[in-house]
């Protein structure tokens, strides 16, 4: 079959799918209109006979019971308008002509974002990206190849390979791909101005990408990839693939992501609902550790105060303390301390009530022995419960709530203290480190540095928090989390995990490679990835970017682009006017761009300066929640993890220690144009 035949069988099944998507909505909207007038017959069928329904409420239960199917079942059909009316717009966007062993024609199979067949229980005319029969598309080249079908491994061999790009309906091209997913395809997706928010890549997963996405076995799976790799869209993807897989097991409520901020969070939003999946949960671990200390102190600080303050405030000694803090080593001088905490921490005395009592020995003994595995904080209230059954069990009645409340302050008088901040202060003052403010609760601010230590340090006395429901976690900007943050985690989220990150974009002046010390944590059966290809910047732009942070090894796509711009200015002034005139949106320029600062403070000053200038930009903070179009003025760490057209770098002064750290992450955000500006008073010549 000739290519021009080829590429009007794609032409013609797409007009008659798109027939076929169209007929199936047109009988769910029939059906969801008939749903709700039977909804609207359910309602006023009870409110004209619920008086007379009858006494044991069978009925009304039955009434309700069949609201809820046809409600439920109206939901169902909901989600499938919206899945189809998205399909429509682009149905499949691949085709694999493969040929059966033992057959001798092919049979073509279009690959889209979802299944869809003419009727529940058809064979599909297109496969969802994630089907098994899709393998083919991601992982092989004309030739020998297979797939694994739940009947065991399907055999045979491919004849031809197609992509697609199809938008309102409407053929944009047809490529004949008979190698991989096409590097003139991929050089054609990223060289076009960007989309607001992350891009799904489902029509340009590369084999490589593919497996990780298709890992069903590894619990741990950590993914170390260059900036521009694609580590984040490969993760969700791969959420997107498990979810798919394991529907049964898998909700999209079972899954977090612990993302930087909320502004990342935003612009990583869409991906799942694009991929026919709900969204998932998402938070910052500083703001979960925020919420877990709320009962230890009014306020804590976050990472971004302190980068604010050690970009600031340089000192050698904080950063050390910092580092030690969230070390290997602090985990263990807390745990020595808690073995020697029992005997300061307690003051034994005699319980008596109504008749019963139970001597200092008796507590000893239950404290130390019947109840050593309860945590510290928790075992007294072990006890105490211990004696209330007792006493319950001897007098043959349950004891008042005022009664159980008297105890409850007999028991826990016992403690010298149960404030958290005070231990903490303990330790603090054993091995010799400055200790925490001695404020009243309202005023209690615990500084970044101790932040974790003093969350750790609640766990092991109090317990920690239940997180069953999370049966999946994702965990972005890996290199950002200390030992001591992982240690952590590894006790709450007993379950599987996906780990991305890329050393080199660390947020401390010294870089950290996780993996040395995650299989200490999580275990040796942990699944290391490591993702040499860089996709997302200009050839000019990612080869300014390594000279920067000295990385070798990177497979970058040629996909070339303009110079990168450096230049330094005389005045602020002029600095200014340079962005003014460079900037470029509207109906043919870009859709985004961001001068990137150093600071918060310098961020929020260029903003005020351009608005000045009629420039329509938008500021990012630490408290930001949406990602938008056109200009964005921020620093560099909230910027971390997202992508731009257009970006212009602001470079600190020499002075500051994360100075080359915040222009390599600023340069990998570029996807088209990079321009690196400094005034003669920040210059780091």
């Known amino acids: 079959m000739t290519m021009d035949n080829r590429y009007s069988d794609g032409a013609q099944f797409l007009k008659d799918v798109t027939v076929k998507i169209e007929n199936r909505l047109d009988e769910i909207r029939q059906d969801l209109d008939e749903g709700k007038k ?5 309602h006023e069928y009870y409110w004209e006979n619920y008086t007379e329904m009858d006494q044991y409420g069978y009925e009304e239960y039955d ?26 717009d682009s149905p499949f966007f ?20 979802g299944n869809f067949a003419e009727r529940t229980g058809m064979t599909p005319l297109i496969y969802d990206w994630r089907a098994p029969v899709s393998g083919l598309f991601y992982d092989y080249d004309k030739g020998p190849a297979s797939y694994e079908a739940p009947a065991g491994t399907i055999a045979g061999e491919i004849s031809s390979k197609w992509q697609y ?9 047809a490529f004949e791909s008979d190698t991989k997913i096409d590097d003139e395809i991929l050089k054609q997706e990223l060289g076009n101005n960007g989309d607001v928010k992350l891009k799904n890549i489902v029509r340009t997963i590369q084999k490589e990408q593919n497996a990780i996405i298709r890992n069903t076995e590894d619990k741990i799976l950590v993914i170390q990839g260059g900036a521009g790799s694609g580590k984040t869209s490969i993760a969700l993807h791969r959420i997107a693939y498990l979810l798919y897989h394991d529907w049964k097991n ?6 977090l992501i612990l993302s930087p901020n909320s502004v990342f969070a935003d612009y990583i939003s869409h991906i799942l609902p694009e991929l026919g999946e709900e969204n998932i949960q998402e938070m910052s671990f500083d703001l979960f550790a925020y919420r877990e200390l709320k009962d230890t102190a009014a306020d804590c600080e976050d990472k971004y105060d302190h980068l604010e303050r050690i970009m600031k405030f340089p000192s050698d000694r904080e950063k050390e303390r910092f580092r030690m803090k969230q070390s290997e080593d602090f985990v263990g001088l807390i745990e020595g301390f808690l073995a020697t905490l029992e005997d300061r921490l307690i003051d034994f005395k005699e319980i008596s009530f109504r008749g019963m009592k139970m001597s200092e020995e008796e507590l000893i003994r239950m404290f130390y022995f019947k109840f050593q595995d309860t945590p510290l904080l928790a075992r007294m209230n072990a006890v105490k419960d211990y004696f209330i059954d007792a006493y319950e069990t001897l007098k043959g009645s349950d004891i008042s709530d005022d009664d159980r409340e008297l105890l409850n302050s007999k028991f ?20 010799g480190y400055d200790q925490l403010s001695d404020v009243p609760y309202e005023r209690r601010k615990i500084q970044y540095e101790d932040v974790y ?10 317990g920690k928090s239940s997180q069953k429901n999370i049966k999946h976690l994702v965990i972005d900007e890996m290199q950002d989390y200390s030992y001591m943050q992982y240690v952590i985690l590894e006790n709450l989220f007993q379950c599987r995990m996906t780990i991305l990150g890329d050393y080199a974009q660390t947020l401390d002046t010294k870089q950290q490679d996780v993996l040395k010390f995650l299989p200490k944590i999580f275990g040796k059966d942990i699944r290391k990835v490591i993702l040499n290809k860089s996709y997302r910047n200009t050839y000019e732009i990612a080869q300014y970017a390594a000279q920067i942070s000295g990385i070798t090894g990177l497979e970058l796509l040629e996909r070339h682009g303009r110079p990168v711009d450096v230049r330094k200015f005389d005045t602020e002034d002029e600095m200014l006017d340079a962005i003014v005139s460079n900037v470029n949106f509207g109906k043919d320029g870009y859709e985004t761009g961001a001068v990137i600062t150093m600071t918060e403070d310098e961020a929020y000053d260029l903003y005020r300066l351009l608005k000045k200038r009629g420039v329509d930009a938008a500021y990012v903070d630490r408290d930001s929640s949406a990602f938008k179009r056109g200009l964005t003025v921020t620093t560099f760490y909230l910027a971390k993890g997202l992508e731009f057209d ?40």
């Open 63 to 88: 009434n309700r019971q069949a609201l809820l199917q046809q409600t439920n079942a109206n939901t169902e059909k909901l989600k499938q308008k919206h899945r189809f009316e998205k399909m429509k």
């Open 453 to 462: 230590p003093v969350l750790y340090l609640k766990y092991r006395l109090l």
């Open 250 to 255: 898998l909700k999209s409520s079972n899954v």
């Open 38 to 42: 039977e909804i609207e017959n359910m």
């Open 646 to 685: 257009q970006v212009f770098t602001i470079r600190g002064a020499k002075e500051n220690p994360l100075a080359d750290q915040a222009e390599y992450i600023s340069a990998t955000r570029a996807l088209q144009e990079l321009y690196v500006y400094e005034t003669g008073s920040d210059s780091k010549a």
């Open 412 to 431: 826990d008088s016992m403690y010298v203290t149960k404030d958290i901040y005070t231990i903490y202060n303990w330790m603090l003052e054993d091995y």
């Open 165 to 173: 790009k199809i938008r309102d309906g409407k053929m944009i091209y």
């Open 94 to 113: 691949g085709r694999v002509d493969f040929i059966f062993e033992g057959e001798y024609d092919p049979e073509p199979f279009y690959i889209g974002i």
